[in-house]
């Protein structure tokens, strides 16, 4: 049977297992004093390719934490015990009404994390030219998104998020953003109409997050991926808002028959939508522009998502007094014979586990992401030959664990620490050890990647 939500406009209930409780403070927030001091940052480099996955905040991928459009009122979303105050207040200046956050923030913000090589490391400071970012923001150099991304990180950097722990009535607020270096300089082309003026280029260096943002951002186990090449590739704002949070309730819905359900109003009510007033209305909202292709249903069936292929599709509700957007993921299909003969599934099934838990874990997994590709290869470890291996770690290891081990060896490389046969022996040796001595443990698994 299908399952349905019920939710109101301004509170959104996400208490969906695998959630990970605060570990820092009962606000998730980490003080000051325990962020480290920005260490010296290496000369930019360009940007090879369009970042493809990105790590942030599991929050803003389990309730629909992003608006589908400009808002300038504040919103409010709860999930499990945190409930979130999004913009409409500065909690120094009552008159001041910053925006609240909608698609296009998070685009910015997603654009923003890409930057970030190492997502273990805490620094606030992430260094990016505006070209850059115009770039994995617009596949633009500037040109007319100039000024639209100039006012989305002001609006970055002046927007407050408050956060109160429901249980004990705590409330804390912070920004993403604390500030971004902007420098201002002659206009380098002679030719150029404007310099003979006294106006100035303006150069974009670096953004500095706030502490308490980079805090969270180095919690492994409150961050999630996102393929952000596929999010950037939507459209629509209302596909993209759609695109960031139902996922996460469709994820236990695999087939057609067995889908996850939402009615139009209601879902509409979180993305921060008018609704409106007949059902026709609301099914063309979904459907128009579906003789071009372009069609929010359009946009979004058949997308990818990191555990499968999204789908969906327009049903009536059960009195027919509204239509409701069905959902469901797809699992990739897994080789079930690829690895049974290798030394890591000995190893897991010494510990009592079966083939059946790893190929789930294995569905759920991603591939191997930029940084870790990165990390590797500095590591002076060849991914070629050995990705079915990294694949399998990264399945059967608490994900922070995974990250930390290809860290440590790109550290050692890096610090010439020479090993008795070589590098990747080395990795791989540890790499066994960790997941043994995880399996030998009765809860060691269950306790790490969901």
């Known amino acids: 049977m299908p399952t349905s939500e019920k939710t109101s406009l301004t509170s959104v209930n996400a208490n969906i297992s695998g959630v990970a409780s605060f570990l820092k403070s009962s606000l998730n927030c980490p003080l000051v004093r325990e962020l480290p001091a920005s260490p010296a940052v290496e000369p930019l480099k360009p940007v090879q390719k369009r970042a493809r996955l990105v790590l942030a905040p599991k929050d803003f991928f389990i309730s629909p934490f992003f608006a589908a459009k400009p808002h300038i009122g504040a919103r409010q979303v709860t999930v499990g015990h945190r409930h979130y105050h999004i913009g409409g207040f500065h909690p120094l200046d009552k008159t001041q009404h910053p925006p609240a956050l909608d698609v296009r923030h998070a685009r910015a913000i997603f654009a923003l994390l890409s930057f970030r090589t190492d997502p273990l490391d805490k620094t606030q400071l992430i260094r990016f030219s505006f070209n850059q970012f115009c770039k994995q923001y617009a596949s633009s150099n500037g040109g007319r998104y100039s000024n639209a991304i100039k006012k989305i990180l002001r609006d970055l950097t002046n927007s407050f998020i408050r956060i109160t722990d429901t249980k004990t009535g705590v409330a804390h607020s912070y920004r993403l953003i604390e500030r971004v270096d902007i420098e201002e300089r002659p206009i380098r082309r002679k030719d150029a109409r404007l310099a003979t003026s006294p106006q100035l280029e303006m150069w974009f260096n670096s953004c500095t997050l706030s502490p308490e943002f980079a805090g969270l951002l180095g919690d492994i186990e409150e961050l999630q991926h996102l393929r952000f090449d596929v999010f950037n590739a939507i459209r629509s704002p209302i596909a993209q808002a759609i695109y960031l949070y139902i996922p996460s309730r469709a994820y236990y819905h695999h087939s057609q028959n067995d889908p996850f359900e939402i009615n139009l109003t209601n879902l509409l009510e979180q993305i921060s939508i008018?609704?409106?007033?007949?059902?026709?209305?609301?099914?063309?909202?979904?459907?128009?522009?579906?003789?071009?292709?372009?069609?929010?249903?359009?946009?979004?069936?058949?997308?990818?998502?990191?555990?499968?292929?999204?789908?969906?599709?327009?049903?009536?509700?059960?009195?027919?007094?509204?239509?409701?957007?069905?959902?469901?993921?797809?699992?990739?299909?897994?080789?079930?014979?690829?690895?049974?003969?290798?030394?890591?599934?000995?190893?897991?099934?010494?510990?009592?586990?079966?083939?059946?838990?790893?190929?789930?874990?294995?569905?759920?997994?991603?591939?191997?992401?930029?940084?870790?590709?990165?990390?590797?290869?500095?590591?002076?470890?060849?991914?070629?030959?050995?990705?079915?291996?990294?694949?399998?770690?990264?399945?059967?290891?608490?994900?922070?664990?995974?990250?930390?081990?290809?860290?440590?060896?790109?550290?050692?490389?890096?610090?010439?620490?020479?090993?008795?046969?070589?590098?990747?022996?080395?990795?791989?040796?540890?790499?066994?050890?960790?997941?043994?001595?995880l399996v030998s443990s009765q809860s060691g698994l269950d306790n790490g990647r969901k």
């Open 274 to 437: 008018s609704i409106p007033f007949h059902k026709s209305k609301r099914k063309e909202l979904f459907s128009k522009h579906a003789d071009e292709g372009r069609s929010i249903l359009q946009q979004l069936d058949g997308l990818e998502t990191l555990s499968g292929v999204f789908h969906v599709q327009l049903a009536d509700t059960v009195g027919g007094k509204d239509f409701k957007l069905l959902a469901w993921i797809d699992k990739r299909s897994q080789p079930k014979s690829t690895f049974e003969n290798s030394k890591l599934v000995a190893i897991w099934k010494a510990g009592g586990r079966t083939l059946e838990q790893l190929h789930e874990r294995l569905a759920q997994v991603e591939p191997l992401n930029d940084c870790e590709l990165d990390w590797l290869e500095k590591a002076a470890i060849p991914v070629a030959g050995n990705e079915g291996f990294f694949r399998l770690a990264k399945a059967m290891l608490p994900q922070f664990q995974f990250e930390s081990l290809l860290a440590e060896a790109k550290c050692e490389e890096q610090e010439g620490r020479a090993a008795k046969k070589n590098q990747t022996a080395r990795l791989i040796w540890r790499i066994k050890l960790a997941i043994k001595d």
